[in-house]
């Protein structure tokens, strides 16, 4: 699912359903730029809206499996599957190596359940989400399980809520992907990225 934009602050949660925002391929392709060597072959994406991070990652030679709780329409995904409930038992969790995703914008401040749920699941996780998440004393343990951090320098294109038509506004909030890789040791890595490179 992906990104986020002012639109979501504004509109209620019943205009704004389950908050479709797609990632942009220059998100993805800076992720691949830094992780590629670490990424495993199996990945799992539980909430590919319209397959936007799916696309690029199969194009880049990876196998993806793709799931969402609401069904978008993309080409092999399990509709209806919420991924807060599932466990390591599930079939796509028994074949993932690596889970890469941006959770819904519907679960707002409440995405530390949705890492968790990943983190436990898979031994390497990569979630683009804001820079807020790492604020708050009870993310702190997931914050400081995390190998590495890519903070977007510049602002993500603006993306705008599926099926908006109202004015295109840029975004006012800042990215970051979050990695947890658990053959990683020592202090949490940073680094910044500029998505114009990889446009």
């Not at 998440?133 to 993306?159: C, D, N, T, Y």
Request: hydrophobic share 40%; charged share 20%.
């Amino acid at each position: 699912m992906a990104q986020h934009c002012t639109q979501s602050l504004r509109a209620p949660q019943s205009e704004r359903g389950f908050d479709l925002y797609e990632t942009p391929p220059c998100a993805t392709r800076a992720l691949l730029h830094f992780e590629r060597n670490y990424m495993p072959h199996r990945i799992w994406e539980p909430a590919c809206g319209r397959g936007a991070i799916s696309r690029v990652l199969k194009h880049e030679g990876f196998q993806v499996r793709s799931s969402d709780l609401v069904d978008y329409g993309y080409p092999g995904a399990v509709s209806g599957l919420d991924f807060l409930t599932v466990n390591k038992t599930h079939p796509i969790a028994k074949v993932t190596d690596g889970i890469v995703t941006n959770p819904p914008y519907y679960l707002a401040g409440r995405s530390a359940p949705f890492v968790a749920r990943a983190v436990e699941i898979a031994p390497y996780v990569a979630m683009l989400l804001r820079i807020a998440f790492l604020e708050g004393a009870q993310r702190l343990k997931l914050i400081s399980g995390a190998a590495r951090i890519f903070v977007a320098a510049r602002r993500l294109p603006m993306m705008h809520r599926d099926g908006w038509d109202g004015p295109k506004a840029s975004s006012a909030m800042a990215f970051a992907w979050f990695v947890w890789d658990k053959r990683h040791r020592g202090q949490t890595q940073l680094a910044h990225f500029d998505w114009k490179q990889f446009a």
